[in-house]
């Protein structure tokens, strides 16, 4: 009998650069739409409440990443165990960790929902609120605790159903909620005139419709039907799902921590400032949240490249690796270039997409554009270097490149305002940027070089 020929892999054949588009450009939406939820709030709230209630949403934001830590550590983990039992032909195992990872998602958030609501004055405090921020985030910070499960439930759910092969509903579960977040903070805040409280509620409705969405599609699970002993979580479970996870989780708790120094330096040292204090977590907050628009793109094309770098890694096609690093480098420093572009040349017309603000609040937004994020240019090295480590099979070495920025930036905030004041924590931006971006090229050289000697 003639042997059938296997028709060679699109991965290891095909252009790189068609295949970066294919895969990237659903990863580069994926992560706008978690980058919009923050958006979509921040302009209708500076428009229609002002510089207080943007400094509220930033005191509120290291709250994305508690959540987003233990998230990632239950979706990731869950996720890529169903992969593993499926591609090995056990069904109900992967029905179990599929089940256990939806489990454990609803008890973080609730968990962590519970604690906020009832100690809501105290993260407020700890999270760096000034006296006049203060009514405004404890109202917006308490309304979206119960969201938390909801939005934990969306995350890992919908990395679940991309792996159960539905890629376009998980899509549009995210989708629905931003949207319906958008039409109900216009409906909140202007015609119902419900202030912060309204955009806190116009959140937390987008995240209870797009968990619904979720859970809709877990009684059709492709893969198999999800009954009840497949949510049940084991020691053994946990184990496997949080050895996957963990990577991505330190990450975001190290990102939380350094948000919370952030916005206690701007608090205290904008305070001694002719700024204010609140007006520094204000402008500060709002140029973050348009920064991430712009990185988030490049996250989603560096987690689009991996499978193309991991199956060429595996096939040892070491230069199809190189060429596709290559490529998402240069898409990040463009991305960088015309971000530092926008923050240069229409630094007051972004602003004015989130209302105004009062004293030093639009001199200070001003100075942390081109002062904190002088070298934005560099801060795509970052992901890109650290899934490219994962993708030939150097996850410790990623794990240390993701957790160098924060790390290096924690530093330098927590010593150079004791020196410089409100300056210092202006100049950390660039250094940290800096300091990360040679250090993770010597990496990405090094590791390069390792796999032209292989090859």
Request: with cysteine; net charge positive.
């Amino acid at each position: 009998m003639p042997q059938v020929s296997k028709a060679p892999n699109p991965l290891g054949t095909a252009p790189v650069g068609t295949l970066l588009l294919q895969y990237a450009v659903p990863s580069i939406i994926a992560t706008l739409i978690s980058s919009l939820y923050n958006m979509v709030d921040q302009m209708f709230i500076g428009q229609r409440i002002g510089f207080l209630g943007n400094a509220a949403t930033t005191v509120a934001y290291p709250l994305t990443f508690l959540c987003g830590a233990l998230t990632i550590l239950f979706s990731n983990g869950s996720s890529v165990n169903f992969n593993v039992c499926n591609g090995r032909k056990k069904t109900d195992e992967a029905l179990g960790f599929a089940g256990a990872g939806l489990t454990l998602l609803a008890l973080q958030g609730i968990i962590i929902a519970t604690l906020v609501f009832l100690f809501t004055p105290f993260f407020v405090h700890l999270f760096g609120a000034t006296d006049e921020v203060f009514p405004y985030a404890l109202t917006y910070m308490r309304l979206i605790a119960p969201g938390l499960p909801f939005l934990a439930i969306t995350s890992g759910g919908t990395l679940l159903i991309r792996s159960d092969g539905s890629p376009r509903y998980a899509l549009f579960c995210s989708l629905a909620g931003v949207a319906l977040n958008f039409v109900l903070d216009y409906l909140f805040l202007f015609p119902l005139n419900m202030g912060i409280a309204g955009a806190a509620l116009a959140t937390v409705t987008g995240q209870i419709v797009s968990a619904l969405l979720v859970a809709g599609y877990m009684v059709r699970f492709k893969t198999g039907k999800l009954v009840r002993h497949h949510f049940t979580v084991t020691g053994s479970k946990i184990a496997q799902i949080a050895s996957i996870g963990a990577a991505g989780s330190l990450n975001q708790a190290a990102m939380f921590v350094m948000n919370l120094v952030l916005n206690s330096s701007l608090s205290r040292y904008g305070a001694l400032s002719p700024y204010g204090g609140s007006e520094a977590l204000a402008a500060a907050g709002v140029v973050t949240k348009v920064n991430f628009l712009f990185y988030s793109t490049i996250i989603g094309c560096s987690i689009g490249g991996q499978p193309i770098m991991g199956f060429n890694f595996g096939a040892g096609n070491y230069d199809r690796v190189k060429k596709t690093s290559y490529l998402i480098f240069r898409y990040a420093f463009f991305i960088g270039a015309v971000e530092t572009a926008c923050f240069w040349l229409f630094p007051h017309q972004i602003l004015s997409l989130f209302g105004g603000g009062a004293g030093g609040y639009e001199e200070f937004a001003l100075r942390y554009m081109h002062e904190f994020m002088l070298l934005v240019v560099l801060a795509g090295v970052l992901p890109v270097s650290m899934n490219t480590m994962v993708s030939i099979k150097q996850p410790r070495k990623g794990i240390i490149i993701s957790l160098s920025k924060q790390l290096v930036l924690i530093t330098l905030l927590l010593i150079l305002p004791r020196f410089m004041g409100i300056n210092g924590v202006l100049c950390s931006g660039p250094i940290a940027d800096f300091l990360v971006a040679v250090a993770a090229f010597i990496v990405i050289r090094g590791a390069f070089r390792t796999l032209g000697e292989e090859q």
